[in-house]
């Protein structure tokens, strides 16, 4: 016989099964479908009762965003959540403008269509022919859309810069200004530098006030994708591994990372208010009257790139409004121990090495298992072509069992390690204390 528990991030329900087939294959997918507590496979993972129930009610409701006038109630969350979140950040009176979007992919790339905007006006009618050869910078270690949006907004991936990191995988201040002054000097314009408050792999936050400082120094406009460590700033133990994220003149931040909130929610935050309107308005007279009878600031439609646009904000809102911020400050603050109670497990364990020294700042945890036969190895070109091949195979081996996954990633000249991202609050110690056990397991004959 075996069992399988059914999470949310409330409660679970564990009825017994037949070890059959067909169970194993219904295992199977509810691992996959990423709501278990030992799914650790992704950044967003896990299930909020309340935010389901919000999902479920915005698609009953089943309107659009473009104006207030089809959505008064959800344009006006729309607007208090946004100020609130502006707050957080640090902007005074939450001042400033924002929008949810589909993904922080797309927040990255408002924000660099912003700053061009901002830089040069003229390119909104004339193109880019009328602007001359424009730089972004960003880490080494940040996420792949900074370069999707250049290619998207015609500036080119060649002109995505990217800019060293030290050993803990934060960008290093002085290789950025060197970089800004080489691309100056060849008659290029940087626009954008873009800090990553979190990144995928490490986890890392970039140190933000001297990015600031550099960003102030030259003229450019500073972004913080805090996709995956936004949340953090919910948290007074951990909020301070965001100092100086006030100071960005945008923000990328996804609820549904790691506060939980059911897939689709990002926020695009802009500190200058207006400006997304300009950059993006198209005054379509038969949407945007200019005669309607309430504040036409409510219409939020002519700010976006898309016409339709999804009711993202509710579940956050409701949320919210059922747990409070001491309630995602709980939810942020138990998965960051989790994450701390296996880095202490395994850093010292045998069979197990660290990709970098030091606990992580955020919940990745990132590391190698070592099987038996590779332990009496030395440390040479050999041992690192066999290392790479065990991440994947014990992880299509939890595949095949249904048991859990995680992550594996090869980074720079570090062969394929595992990266524990724990996201869902459901998860325990006992789920942590399987997972080890379970990669032993299924990797000890490797």
């Not at 389901?52 to 959800?74: C, G, H, K, Q, R």
């Not at 969350?77 to 979140?85: D, G, H, I, S, W």
């Not at 747990?323 to 960051?336: M, N, P, R, Y």
């Not at 701390?340 to 919940?363: A, C, S, W």
Request: glycine share 8%; net charge neutral.
């Amino acid at each position: 016989m075996s069992t399988m528990r059914f999470y949310t991030q409330q409660t679970y329900y564990q009825p017994v099964m037949e070890k059959d087939p067909p169970w194993r294959f219904c295992r199977m997918l509810w691992i996959f479908c990423c709501r278990h507590p030992r799914y650790f496979n992704q950044l967003s993972t896990g299930l909020d009762m309340v935010g389901l129930a919000a999902d479920w009610l915005t698609s009953t409701a089943n309107t659009n965003m473009f104006t207030y006038e089809i959505a008064p109630v959800f344009v006006l969350l729309e607007y208090v959540t946004l100020k609130k979140m502006r707050e957080i950040i640090g902007w005074p009176g939450g001042s400033g403008d924002g929008i949810f979007s589909p993904g922080g992919a797309i927040s990255n790339m408002y924000a660099m269509l912003i700053a061009r905007f901002k830089m040069f006006p003229e390119v909104k009618e004339q193109g880019m022919a009328a602007v001359p050869r424009l730089i972004a910078f960003t880490s080494e270690h940040s996420h792949f859309s900074l370069k999707k949006g250049a290619a998207a907004l015609g500036i080119g991936t060649d002109s995505v810069i990217l800019i060293k990191c030290d050993e803990r995988g934060k960008m290093i201040p002085s290789d950025l200004e060197r970089r800004i002054l080489e691309a100056k000097q060849k008659g290029f314009v940087p626009f954008l530098v873009s800090a990553t408050a979190g990144t995928t792999v490490y986890g890392a936050f970039d140190p933000l006030l001297a990015v600031a400082d550099i960003c102030k120094k030259y003229k450019i406009w500073m972004h913080v994708d805090a996709a995956w460590g936004g949340g953090l700033l919910m948290s007074q133990k951990h909020k301070w591994k965001l100092s100086g994220v006030e100071r960005a003149n945008s923000v990328t931040w996804n609820p549904h990372k790691m506060m939980g909130v059911p897939l689709q929610c990002s926020a695009l935050l802009v500190r200058e208010e207006g400006l997304m309107q300009s950059c993006n308005q198209m005054h379509a007279s038969y949407l945007f009257q200019q005669d309607k009878h309430y504040d036409l600031s409510y219409d939020t439609g002519d700010k976006a790139l898309q016409c339709g646009r999804h009711v993202d904000v509710f579940k956050l809102w409701l949320m919210w409004r059922a747990k409070g911020t001491t309630g995602f400050e709980a939810h942020i603050d138990k998965c960051l121990e989790l994450a701390e109670y296996l880095y202490n497990i395994i850093k010292n364990r045998e069979g197990y090495e660290m990709v970098f020294d030091g606990k992580p700042q955020h919940t990745n945890v990132c590391f190698w298992y070592v099987p038996p036969s590779l332990r009496v190895l030395e440390d040479n070109e050999e041992r690192m072509s066999r290392l790479s091949k065990v991440a994947p195979v014990i992880k299509a081996r939890m595949m095949e069992y249904g048991t859990t996954m995680v992550s594996y990633q090869p980074l720079g000249d570090k062969v394929n390690f595992f990266r524990m991202v724990i996201s869902n609050p459901a998860a325990t110690h006992q789920d942590i204390d399987f997972l080890i056990e379970e990669i032993e397991r299924l990797g000890q004959d490797l």
